[in-house]
């Protein structure tokens, strides 16, 4: 009769965890945080400037948010291309 009531971890190397596929969430870790830029010298109503577009304002009420990623693979590959919505849930960690 033998009875095993644990068992010594395998020894060798690390398997590569790689995110299953229906799953998105991420871990990361919070850096700092800061205003949004302030559109400081924008050009009048009906003057061109192509320093300035509509697309490169920050919100008024937004806060630009810095985070670390410790573990890379489990972002997508393309995540630079902005087609993906990013949102952030948050756990007080004790």
Do not use: C, W
């Not at 395998?10 to 700092?32: I, M």
């Amino acid at each position: 009769m033998e009875i095993v009531i644990g068992a010594a971890p395998y020894v060798g190397l690390p398997e590569k965890k790689r995110r299953p596929a229906g799953e998105s969430s991420v871990e990361a870790h919070f850096l700092s945080m800061r205003r949004p830029r302030k559109p400081y010298g924008m050009p009048r109503q009906g003057e061109q400037n192509r320093r300035f577009r509509i697309s490169g304002l920050d919100p008024a009420g937004g806060r630009i948010l810095t985070l670390l990623v410790p573990d890379s693979n489990n972002l997508p590959k393309d995540i630079t291309s902005g087609e993906y919505k990013i949102f952030l849930r948050f756990v007080h960690e004790r």
